[in-house]
C-alpha cells in the first residue's frame, strides 16, 4: 500500500472513463461511515484498526458525539484492478431522515450509489426513501448487506436461518424496485394516452384499444438485486471484511473443478453440490441438503467466529500464539526492508489517495462550455464557503469567467432582455434575472476532513469551489456561456416544518445575527429564513436534530454570538366542519337538546354585533360602513380531497393566477404553454370530479380565487349576477362601461377574502379547507350615488359656463387669458369634490370593502362549527417486543394514534408506524429513548393535517353532558389548550378561569 502524490490524482482525474463518483446511502445507523472507514483503511488514509471506531467522514464535533452523519463529505480515493487505475469519488451521506437534504445533493452528482441495508433490521423507512432518490435521479445502486457479524453474535443464527434471512431481504428490496419500475411503466403509459387524446391521428374504426400495460414487454431483470449479477455485496464493516460471491466462484471453481461461470449462478438460489458426481443440482428440501451458499460460504464464516469467540484459550496457547505472530511480523518486516533497497515501491492493488502533494500544473486546452451543479458547504480549515460541484462537461479552471444561473433561469428571458441575443459581448451584458456573472476563484480537490488546490480540474469529477457564497444561494448551475438551461432543482423528502424565533442576547448584535442566518440559510438546502409581521427572524427546519444542528452552527461558526431562542412555534391551520350528529356522550342530537344548541347557538350570535344579519343556514348580510354596498357571504367545509388536490397544485395555481393578473392589466404576455394548459384542464377536472351534488352545483366555474397569498387551499365562489368572474375565464361584465370600475371593486372584495384566510378568528391562524361563497352583492346604492354625483356636477358644470359668460359679456374680451386660466383649477376642484363623495368620513370606498368583505368572512367562519387542524408526522419505530408497551405508552400520552404493527420475520423486531402531532413531538425521540432503555428510536416525517376533532368553544349544554362533565366542564379540551397557546405567544386575548373561591377539602385526619 503506497500513498500516492497529488501529482498522481491529476493525472488520474483526466482519464474521465476511469472516474467513478459514488455516494453511500442507508437508513441511520446501517453502517455508512463504518464501511466507508474501512474502504478509507484500504487506501491508507487511516490505519485499518481505527476503521470503524475513528469515523473519519464525521469531520464535525457533533457528529462524533451523537454518533451520527450530518453533512455530506467526499473524498477521492485511488483503485488498481487489471492493469487499470480508476479515481473513485466516495461521498459519504447521513441516514438520519432530518438531513434527507444533504442526500438529495449527494445524489446529484454521483453516477452509482452504495445502498447500506442492516442485515438485522433489514428494510427500514429511510431504505426505502434512499431508494426512491436514487431511482428519480437515474444512478446505478448496488447493495451491501452490512453486519452479518450480528447473525451469528447477537441473533445466533445459523448458517441455514441466516441463508433464508438474507434472502427475504433481499426480496424486499426487489419489490420495492419492482414497485418503482411500474411506477414508471404506468406513467409512461398514461402520458402516451393524454397525447394521443390530443393528438388524435388515426381514424375512429383503426382504433383498438390496448390493455396491456407495456409492463409484459419492458426488460427489469438489470434493474433487481442478485448476487450472481454482482451486484450485492455481504459485509461486516466493524469486523473489516465484505465477500461477493465471484470471490468465492473463484476460489471453488480451482478447489472443486467446477467451471467459475457455473458457480456464479449457482452460488446463490437453492442449488446443492454431488461431491461424487461433481455436478451441481437443483435442492430438494425434503433430503434436507443444503445450499451451496451455505454449504461453502456461510459455514465457513460461521466455523471462523467459532474458532474465534466461543472456545477459551489457555494462558501458554495465548503465549504462544503471540510468540508466534511477532517472529511472523519479525520475518515479514526483514523481507519488505530488503526489497525496499533492491526494488522502486510498487503502486498498491487497492484504494490509493492524497492528503498532502505538490501544487499541479494546469492544461492550457481550450473550453467551450463547462456545467457544474453547485452545492454550498462550508469548508472546515477555513471559515469559508465551499460550493460542492461537479463539472460535467468542459474544464473548470482557475480565474476563469464564468455564469451563475440559479434554478429559474430561462434564456428565454435571456433573449428578451439581451437585443444582440447570445451573440452579444459577454462583458457588459444588462441585468438578468437569476443569473450573475463571477470568476472562479479556488478549485479544490476534497479529502474528507482536508482541501488540496487545484490549477483546474476535467470532466466527471467531484470539486470544491471557492469564492461563491456572494453568487449562489442554495444551488446553481454554472456555465461558460447564458445559453445554457439549468438543471432543476433538487427534489428533498423532507419537508420543513420545525418552526423557532431566534434573537440575540445583547440587541447590539443584532447585525451579526443577520448576517449568520443569511450565511445558515445559504449553507443548508433543507432550512427556511423568514422575517415575520412582527419583525421576529425565524428559523424553519426539517427536525428536532437538524434544528439543533442549525442552531449550533448559528452560534459557533456564522454569527459568532449569544443567541436566545424561543419555544418552537408551532404551525396550526383553521377550518370548519359539518355540524356534528352526536353530542359529546355520543347520544344523538334530538328535540330536547335541539333547544339547548339553539339557546347555545342564540348566545353566540350576541356576540355578532349589530346590523349584521345572520340567516338559519350560516347566511351573513353585512353593509359597508358608508351603507352604499351590501355583501352577503357563506362558509362551507371543502371536501378533503379538494383540500389535497389544492395543496398539491399550488404551484400550478400561483401560475395560473400570473396569467390572469397580466390579462387583466391589458398586457400581452406570451402564449401559454400547452402542457401548463393541459394540467389546467386535469386540474379543473379533478375538481370537478369531487365538487359533485347539489350544493357544488356550477361551483368550479364560478371559483373567482384562491387564497390566503391567491394561491392556497380555501376558494372564493362568486355566485352574484351582477358580476361574473372566474379564474379560468377572467372577467365578464354585463356593463361593459363600468368593467374598470366593476373590477377595482372586484379586487377589493379578493383582497378581503385573502386577509380574512390568511388569519382566521380562532387565533390568527391561516384557513384551511373553506369554501366562501358571495351569494349577493348589491351595488344599486353605490350607483345611484355615483350617478347622483354626475347629476350635481353636471349642474355645477353649467352654473360655472353660464358665470363665465357673463364674465366674458362684462369683460368684453379685454382679458381672454384670465377664462382659459381659470378653467384649469374648475376641473380640479369638481374631481376633488366626485372622489371626497366617495370617499366620505369612513376612508375611501374600495378600503371599505375590503374591510367589510373580511368581517363578512369571519363572522361566516364563526357561525359553522369551527375547529383546529394540527400538522402531524408520521413516526416509524424499530423495537424489540420487551419494550412495546413501554413505546405505546409514550405514544398514548403525546396524543399519538398507532396505524400498523408488523413484526420482523425471523427477529423478534416489530416495526410500528403512528401519527403524532408536531405539537407533541418535541422531546418524544429522547424520552422513548429514555424510557425502552435505547432500544427503539423513531424517525419522524411531516405527513399531513388532521382536524382535531373536538370544539375548542364546547360548553355542555344537555343534561347528559352536565351529569358527565359537570356544570364547569373544566376537563381537558385538547384544542383550547392549542388554541389559548397560540393567542398567548401572538399576544391575543384569552379567557382564562380564575379560581375565586377554592373549594377547601378535609383530609381524614383533620376530621377525628
Known sequence: MVLNSLDKMIHLQKNTANIRNICVLAHVDHGKTTLTDCLLSSNGVISSRLAGKLRYMDSREDEQVRGITMKSSAISLHYAKDNEEYLINLIDSPGHVDFSSEVSTAVRICDGCIIVVDAVEGVCPQTQAVLRQAWLENIRPVLVINKIDRLIVELKFTPQEAYSHLKNILEQINALTGTLFTSKVLEERAERETESQVNPNTDPGEQVYDW????????????????????????????????????????????????????????????YISMKAKKIMKVDQAKGRKPLFVQLILENIWSLYDAVLKKPLTQEEIAQRRERARQRHAEKRAATQGQARTEPPQDGSALDTSPKGEEPKGDEHQVESMTLKSVPQEGNNQESFIAFARVFSGVARRGKKIFVLGPKYSPVEFLRRVPLGFSAPLDDLPPV?????????????????????????????????????????????????????????????????????????????????????????????????????TGEHVLVTAGEVHLQRCLDDLKDRFAKIQISVSEPIIPFRETITKPPKVDMVNEEIGKQQKVAVIHQTKEDQSKIPEGIQVDSDGLITITTPNKLA???????????????????????IRSMEQLTSSLNEDRHTQMIHQKTQEKIYEFKGKLEQYLTGRKWRNTVDQIWSFGPRKCGPNILVNKSEDFQDSVWTGPAIKASKEASRYRDLGNSIVSGFQLATLSGPMCEEPLMGVCFVLEKWDLSKFEEQGASDKHSEEQRDVVQDEQGEEEACSGGGENPGFQDGSSEPL????????????????????????????????????????????????????????????????????????????????????????????AESFGFADEIRKRTSGLASPQLVFSHWE??????????????????????????????????AVRKRKGLYVEEKIVEHAEKQRTLSKNK
Open 212 to 271: 396491456s400495460t407495456g409492463l409484459e414487454d419492458t426488460d427489469d431483470s438489470h434493474l433487481y438485486f442478485s448476487p450472481d449479477q454482482g451486484n450485492v455485496v455481504f459485509t461486516s464493516a466493524i469486523d473489516g471484511w465484505g465477500f461477493g460471491v465471484e470471490h468465492f466462484a473463484k476460489i471453488y471453481s480451482q478447489k472443486i473443478g467446477i467451471k467459475k461461470e457455473v458457480l456464479l449462478k449457482t452460488l446463490w438460489g437453492d442449488y
Open 433 to 533: 434575472p437569476h443569473m450573475a456573472c463571477c470568476t472562479l476563484e479556488n478549485l479544490y480537490l476534497l479529502m474528507g476532513r482536508e482541501l488540496e488546490g487545484l490549477e483546474e480540474v476535467p470532466p466527471g469529477n467531484v470539486l470544491g469551489i471557492g469564492g461563491l457564497q456572494d453568487f449562489v444561494l442554495k444551488s446553481a448551475t454554472l456555465c461558460s456561456m447564458p445559453s445554457c438551461p439549468p438543471f432543476i432543482p433538487l427534489n428533498f423528502e423532507a419537508t420543513p416544518i420545525v418552526r423557532v424565533a431566534v434573537e440575540p442576547k445583547h440587541p447590539s448584535e443584532m447585525p451579526q445575527l443577520v448576517k449568520g442566518m443569511k450565511l445558515l440559510n445559504q449553507a443548508d438546502p433543507c432550512v427556511q429564513i423568514l422575517i415575520q409581521e
Open 630 to 652: 351590501t355583501l352577503s357571504v357563506r362558509a362551507l367545509p371543502l371536501p378533503e380531497e379538494v383540500t389535497q388536490i389544492l395543496e398539491e397544485n399550488s404551484d400550478l
Open 827 to 918: 376641473e380640479k376642484k369638481t374631481s376633488q369634490k366626485g372622489e371626497a363623495s366617495l370617499t366620505d368620513c369612513y376612508g375611501p370606498f374600495s378600503g371599505q370593502l375590503i374591510a367589510t368583505m373580511k368581517e363578512a368572512c369571519r363572522y361566516a367562519l364563526q357561525v359553522k362549527p369551527q375547529r383546529l387542524m394540527a400538522a402531524m408526522y408520521t413516526c416509524d419505530i424499530m423495537t424489540t417486543s420487551d419494550v412495546l408497551g413501554r413505546v405505546y405508552a409514550v405514544l398514548s400520552k403525546r396524543e399519538g394514534r398507532v396505524l400498523q404493527e408488523e413484526m420482523k420475520e425471523g427477529t423478534d423486531m416489530f416495526t410500528i408506524k403512528a401519527v403524532l402531532p408536531v
Open 947 to 980: 382536524i382535531i376533532p373536538s370544539d375548542p368553544f364546547w360548553v355542555p349544554t344537555t343534561e347528559e353532558e352536565y351529569l358527565h362533565f359537570g356544570e364547569k366542564a373544566d376537563s381537558e379540551n385538547q384544542a383550547r389548550k392549542y388554541m389559548n
